[in-house]
C-alpha cells in the first residue's frame, strides 16, 4: 500500500540511501518533510513495513520527482513503477502542468515510458577540498525569486527561501548564484546568468574563496551551460551525472541556466 510518509518511513529511507551512495543534505531533506509545498509517499507491505519512498516539490505550475528507491530485495517486481504512477498522479490531480526530474541511465526508461523526454543532462561537479574560508560580503537576494521565476517560467520562491536559510547570494554583474550548507557538503545552487564567462568566472572564483574550507563543495551543472573549463580551472571534477526529463509545456530559458538549486529532487 502506497501512504503518506511518517518518521519510520524517512529513518528506512536514509539507510536504503545510505547505501546507495546517495547524497541528500539534511536541509533537503527537512524541506521534504516539513509538509506544504512538498509531499512524500511510502510503499509498504501488507505487514506494514516500509519497502520504498518517492518525494514531490511543488511549485506554481510544476513539480519535481525524486529520491524514488526500492529496497533491493524488492525491486524487479513493479514497486518503482506503481510508487511512481501514484506520485505523479496526486501531483496533477493537485493542479501541476508540467513534471520534471533527473533520472539515471537504469531509470530512463520508466520515465520515457509515461511521456517523459530529455532536454538535457546534469552534471556533478565536486571540489572535495572545500573552499577558502575567506570573509565574503552576501547581496541581498532580494530580486533572486524573479530573476528564477523569468528563467524557469515558474514561480519557485519558496524553495529559494528555504535554501537561504542556511546560504548566501552572490553577484558578479548578471552573474547570480546562491552557496548554501547540507550537513557534510555545501552547494552552489540555483546560479544564473546572462553568459558572459568572465563575471561567471569571477563568481566562481568568490563563491570558492568564501566557502567553508572543511566541507567539499557540490554543483550540478547544466551540460550544455558550457561552463566545464571554468570549473574544472577552480578545482572542481566531475563526479558523474544523470538525465534531466520533463512531461509538460516548459518556458525556461535554457541559456541563463547554469545549475540546479539542489541535488535533483526539487529543481
Given at each position: 500500500?502506497?501512504v503518506?510518509?511518517?518518521?519510520?518511513?524517512?529513518?528506512?529511507?536514509?539507510?536504503?540511501?545510505?547505501?546507495?551512495?546517495?547524497?541528500?543534505?539534511?536541509?533537503?531533506?527537512?524541506l521534504?518533510?516539513?509538509?506544504?509545498?512538498?509531499?512524500?509517499?511510502?510503499?509498504?507491505?501488507?505487514?506494514?513495513?516500509?519497502?520504498?519512498?518517492?518525494?514531490?516539490?511543488?511549485?506554481?505550475?510544476?513539480?519535481?520527482?525524486?529520491?524514488?528507491?526500492?529496497?533491493p530485495s524488492?525491486?524487479g517486481?513493479?514497486?518503482?513503477?506503481?510508487?511512481?504512477?501514484?506520485?505523479?498522479?496526486?501531483?496533477?490531480?493537485?493542479?501541476?502542468?508540467?513534471?520534471w526530474?533527473?533520472a539515471?541511465?537504469?531509470?530512463v526508461?520508466?520515465?520515457?515510458?509515461?511521456g517523459?523526454?530529455?532536454?538535457?543532462?546534469?552534471e556533478?561537479?565536486?571540489?572535495?577540498?572545500?573552499?577558502?574560508?575567506?570573509?565574503?560580503?552576501?547581496?541581498?537576494?532580494?530580486?533572486?525569486?524573479?530573476?528564477?521565476?523569468?528563467?524557469?517560467?515558474?514561480?519557485?520562491?519558496?524553495?529559494?527561501?528555504?535554501?537561504?536559510?542556511t546560504?548566501?547570494?552572490?553577484?558578479q554583474?548578471?552573474?547570480?548564484?546562491?552557496?548554501?550548507?547540507?550537513?557534510?557538503?555545501?552547494?552552489?545552487?540555483p546560479?544564473?546568468?546572462?553568459?558572459?564567462?568572465?563575471?561567471?568566472?569571477?563568481?566562481?572564483?568568490?563563491?570558492?574563496?568564501?566557502?567553508?574550507?572543511?566541507?567539499?563543495?557540490?554543483?550540478?551543472?547544466?551540460?550544455?551551460?558550457a561552463?566545464?573549463?571554468?570549473?574544472?580551472?577552480?578545482?572542481?571534477?566531475?563526479?558523474?551525472?544523470?538525465?534531466?526529463?520533463?512531461?509538460?509545456?516548459?518556458?525556461?530559458?535554457?541559456s541563463?541556466?547554469l545549475?540546479?538549486?539542489?541535488?535533483?529532487?526539487?529543481?
Amino acid at each position: 500500500m502506497i501512504v503518506t510518509a511518517e518518521d519510520r518511513d524517512w529513518l528506512i529511507f536514509r539507510k536504503m540511501a545510505k547505501q546507495e551512495g546517495w547524497r541528500v543534505p539534511q536541509n533537503e531533506l527537512s524541506l521534504h518533510r516539513q509538509g506544504g509545498c512538498s509531499r512524500a509517499w511510502a510503499l509498504r507491505h501488507n505487514d506494514d513495513t516500509s519497502i520504498g519512498l518517492i518525494t514531490g516539490f511543488r511549485h506554481q505550475h510544476s513539480a519535481w520527482i525524486g529520491n524514488l528507491i526500492i529496497a533491493p530485495s524488492e525491486r524487479g517486481r513493479g514497486y518503482g513503477a506503481a510508487l511512481f504512477d501514484h506520485a505523479a498522479g496526486e501531483l496533477r490531480a493537485a493542479g501541476v502542468t508540467t513534471l520534471w526530474l533527473t533520472a539515471s541511465a537504469a531509470g530512463v526508461p520508466l520515465y520515457a515510458a509515461r511521456g517523459f523526454h530529455s532536454v538535457g543532462q546534469i552534471e556533478r561537479w565536486v571540489r572535495q577540498e572545500g573552499g577558502k574560508g575567506k570573509a565574503g560580503t552576501p547581496v541581498a537576494g532580494s530580486n533572486s525569486a524573479v530573476v528564477d521565476a523569468a528563467i524557469w517560467g515558474d514561480d519557485r520562491h519558496p524553495l529559494l527561501r528555504h535554501l537561504e536559510k542556511t546560504g548566501s547570494w552572490q553577484q558578479q554583474g548578471e552573474s547570480l548564484a546562491l552557496l548554501y550548507r547540507g550537513d557534510d557538503l555545501q552547494i552552489i545552487g540555483p546560479w544564473h546568468s546572462a553568459g558572459d564567462r568572465q563575471d561567471d568566472a569571477v563568481l566562481l572564483d568568490r563563491l570558492v574563496a568564501i566557502a567553508d574550507p572543511q566541507l567539499e563543495l557540490v554543483i550540478d551543472l547544466v551540460a550544455d551551460s558550457a561552463r566545464q573549463s571554468l570549473l574544472a580551472a577552480a578545482g572542481f571534477t566531475p563526479g558523474g551525472g544523470t538525465e534531466l526529463m520533463v512531461a509538460g509545456p516548459i518556458q525556461v530559458q535554457w541559456s541563463r541556466l547554469l545549475a540546479l538549486a539542489t541535488l535533483g529532487s526539487c529543481g
